[in-house]
């Protein structure tokens, strides 16, 4: 996820660009300026409190702002990120973009700020107000809107050249350069950005093949729980010794030891494109958990993907896969195999209902051979790592 925010005067070209913006990266776009004009028009409490503020070029409130912003961001609703227009425009609203970034579990890549002259904004505004129809686009609201942005807009700079995420460049360009300018600034945070894809489906829909070979294909690290407990079991490492204790005396591995593992993983990971997570989250609390441990690396889920498979074609294909050596030990009875798809539906199923709500998650149809199935869920991948460089 990439978030940006684009600064400039009134008239400096943020609108324009940000149109441009959207449509490349898929950004959810919050103009505070539109969202204002949207309750003034639907003639709202906010509307009628904001109305005589804009018509005289003044900034309106930060608790109105605030309330705009937490009435339209309810969650991120599967965009690349978020890119905010005419919004932090004091240096509260900069504290409150760092708080609604957290709630988000995510974070501000940059600023961007189109820099311009004030005769040349003045200019821009009185033309742009002979075609907008725009109240405040006319010259004494001008020059009130570039007091108020001198006033109170520019200090919001420094909170990001202090934090060293401020970006500039010159506006007094064409548009196309001010755009490639732009985005080569935004391509940058993207290759920084990991692709963290988590792949749901019962046991017997193909996770981990489907898994392991995507993340060959693009070069994301695997990362199965099952498979790393199993690991360190197999080498008899510290951990694997305290887990096998646990399996001897019938217990359950604690989400601790998950925790552990999964941090190894991601500090031994270097150069990789992002993970796949399979297996993991598999409760509501380790879907809590791996928020908790992508946030502290810096990075947050991308895509969620849910291989759907029909029980009968599951129960099938795990009875035969018992037949053969990679039988697992958990699936060599029909109880088992009953078992564990009844976990499956009890206490993950109720994690993807959750992720749904605040995630756009992508449904696959699993039936059919492994190419077919591939090539459907490779689609949504490329999809996503198309602008991730
Ligand atoms: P814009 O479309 O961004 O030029 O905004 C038009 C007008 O809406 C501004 O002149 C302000 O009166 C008001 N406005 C927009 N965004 C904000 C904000 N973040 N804080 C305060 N006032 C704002």
Redesign the pocket.
């Known amino acids: 996820m990439v978030n940006v925010a684009l600064f400039g005067p009134?008239g400096a070209g943020?609108?324009t660009q940000s149109a441009f913006l959207i449509e490349k990266y898929n950004f959810f776009y919050i103009?505070?300026?539109?969202l204002?004009?949207g309750e003034i028009k639907k003639e709202t409490k906010l509307g009628l409190e904001?109305k005589q503020?804009?018509a005289d070029?003044?900034?309106?409130s930060?608790e109105i702002?605030v309330q705009i912003i937490e009435n339209t961001i309810k969650e991120n609703p599967g965009a690349n990120g978020f890119l905010f227009?005419?919004?932090?425009?004091?240096y509260v609203?900069a504290y409150i973009l760092e708080g609604l970034m957290i709630k988000m579990h995510t974070a501000l890549n940059c600023l961007i700020s189109i820099e311009l002259d004030e005769s040349e904004s003045v200019k821009r505004l009185l033309n742009r107000g002979k075609i907008s129809g725009r109240l405040?686009d006319n010259e004494l609201v001008i020059k009130n809107?570039l007091k108020?942005y001198q006033e109170k807009t520019l200090p919001v700079l420094n909170f990001y050249k202090e934090k060293g995420n401020y970006k500039a460049l010159k506006g007094n360009q064409t548009v196309e350069k001010v755009n490639s300018e732009i985005e080569s600034i935004i391509n940058k945070e993207f290759s920084k950005e990991l692709v963290n894809i988590v792949l749901f489906g019962y046991p017997g829909s193909g996770r981990s093949s489907q898994g392991i070979a995507l993340a060959k294909k693009y070069g994301l690290e695997y990362v199965a729980t099952g498979k790393m407990l199993e690991e360190e079991v197999n080498n008899k490492t510290k951990i694997g010794l305290k887990i096998q204790n646990l399996y001897d005396n019938g217990e359950l591995v604690p989400d601790e030891i998950v925790i552990q593992l999964i941090e190894k993983k991601i500090e031994n990971s270097k150069d990789i494109k992002g993970f796949i997570f399979k297996g993991f989250p598999r409760t509501l609390v380790q879907s809590y958990i791996l928020d908790g441990i992508l946030q502290k690396h810096g990075t947050t889920i991308s895509k969620i993907i849910e291989i759907e498979v029909d029980t009968l074609t599951l129960i099938r294909r795990l009875n035969k896969r018992s037949l053969t050596p990679g039988c697992m030990p958990y699936d060599s009875s029909t109880e088992k195999i009953v078992k564990r798809l009844e976990e499956h539906k009890l206490k993950t199923i109720p994690v993807i209902q959750k992720y749904k709500e605040v995630h756009d998650v992508a449904v696959i149809n699993g039936e059919g051979d492994f190419e077919t199935v591939f090539s459907r869920i490779a689609f949504v991948v490329e999809d996503k790592l198309k602008n991730f460089a």
């Open positions: 009134p943020k609108g103009s505070t300026g539109d204002l004009r904001a503020i804009i070029g003044g900034l309106v930060d702002i227009d005419g919004f932090p425009r004091t609203q405040d809107r108020e």
